[in-house]
């Protein structure tokens, strides 16, 4: 990779991620983890100490090196900024904390139209110049060895789940109450969480972001008719606002086999995937048109190897060996042994992909 990105001004040009988001063959596929970044790695609870998460992320330095930690242990084809899906809402002042071993949490949630006036515009550069430093470091690291960096942002539903009821959620009984109640607001809510994401992914793009991924992660708790009246529009102004730049975007949610179809017309350029759904029956829910990213069950990971060796072959040979780039189908369980993770991109990296059977 770095010999290629060595002969062309571009250092990235030859990276397979960037390649396979864009449906261009590569030798081998390309693989990286959501949730790589601290979690399973002892290297990670050493240099993070014991304050809160939303001031690591706000420290370049530490950020930019708990999201190397995993590109040097794995040699994984791409990094993910170390950050938060809600660091924006948190940025503007909302009253977002993020718990260790909870997630985010609001003491105040949205629950009417007084709220709106919590939700001002991001001035990125201004908000989150700390997040902004990061990528200019990591860029810095990352660009001459041919690794792109994957900037990302929650999308509207995901972030609007944890605002209206106030931290995580099972059932999504107040957002969903608010999305069928009041209509109006909901979308007026919505609206103003697509301004935020996308105003942060063009500044992490700006900053040298190669690619972009919007997390819708608990927008699989919706039927499609929902999905479609009330949540696609507004995912789909992030993506479309983020077109004019030219560099792949990759939309995710889990629980999401019957949603794949409406998800893959947002205006994205690759479709994570979670387990559920074969990659080649994915890919028959989307046609052509997307790269496809997934889908490794994560609880694999702690099974026998000879088990999750089998299973990652299948997903091979599901992916059909272009346009697709491995992947969990959801983060890596804090619980993974990191020894597992840099055998599985061993692994992944160790079968050429014109072996793997293309998808009919
Ligand atoms: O690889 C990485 O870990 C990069 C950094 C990263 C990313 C990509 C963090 C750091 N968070 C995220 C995205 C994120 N955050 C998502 C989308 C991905 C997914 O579905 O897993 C979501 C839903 C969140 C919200 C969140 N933040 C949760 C989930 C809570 C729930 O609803 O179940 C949690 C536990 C957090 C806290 C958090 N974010 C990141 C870290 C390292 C932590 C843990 C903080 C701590 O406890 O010390």
Not at 100 to 117: I, N
Not at 147 to 153: S, W
Not at 264 to 271: F, P, Y
């Given at each position: 990779m770095s010999e290629a990105g060595a002969l062309s001004p571009d250092p990235l040009a030859g990276s397979a991620f960037l390649r396979a988001c864009r449906g261009l063959p590569t030798e081998r596929v390309p693989v990286w983890f959501m949730r790589q970044a601290g979690r399973s790695l002892p290297e990670y609870r050493a240099a993070r100490g014991e304050g809160s998460i939303l001031s690591a992320f706000a420290d370049p330095e530490l950020a930019a090196e708990l999201t190397l930690q995993p590109v040097r242990r794995h040699e994984v084809d791409a990094a993910i900024l170390f950050s938060d899906i809600v660091v924006p809402v948190a940025a503007i002042?909302?009253?977002?904390?993020?718990e260790?071993?909870?997630?985010?949490?609001?003491?105040?949630?949205?629950?009417?139209?007084?709220?709106?006036?919590r939700l001002r515009p991001l001035e990125p550069e201004v908000d989150t110049a700390h997040v902004l430093e990061t990528v200019r470091i990591l860029?810095?690291?990352?660009s001459p060895r041919g690794?792109?960096?994957?900037?990302?942002?929650g999308a509207p539903f995901t972030v609007a789940s944890y605002l209206v009821e106030g931290g995580p959620s099972k059932t999504y009984v107040h957002t969903k109450a608010l999305m069928r109640g009041d209509?109006?607001?909901?979308?007026r809510l919505l609206d103003r969480l697509a301004d935020l994401a996308l105003a942060s992914l063009r500044s992490q793009i700006a900053a040298g972001a190669a690619a972009v991924q919007l997390f819708d992660s608990w927008v699989g708790a919706l039927a499609p008719a929902d999905y479609h009246r009330s949540v696609l529009p507004f995912t789909r102004k992030v993506f479309e606002g983020l077109a004019d730049l030219g560099v792949p975007t990759i939309h995710f949610g889990v629980d999401t086999g019957e949603l794949l179809g409406l998800m893959?017309?947002?205006?994205?350029?690759?479709?994570g995937v979670d387990w559920r759904v074969p990659l080649d029956e994915a890919r028959r829910r989307v046609g052509p048109g997307p790269a496809l990213q997934g889908n490794l069950d994560p609880a694999l990971c702690l099974a026998p190897w000879p088990v999750l060796a089998?299973?990652?072959r299948q997903v091979l040979g599901q992916g059909g060996g272009i346009g697709h780039i491995f992947n969990l189908g959801h983060g890596v369980l804090p619980e993974t042994d990191p020894d597992v993770l840099t055998r599985l991109v061993e692994l992944v990296h160790s079968v050429p992909a014109d072996s793997l059977a293309p998808t009919s």
């Open positions: 002042g909302f009253g977002v904390d993020v260790q071993g909870r997630g985010p949490v609001v003491a105040d949630p949205f629950r009417s139209e007084a709220d709106l006036a860029v810095r690291e990352l690794i792109p960096l994957i900037g990302f942002a209509p109006g607001l909901w979308a893959a017309g947002a205006g994205n350029t690759v479709l089998d299973q990652t």
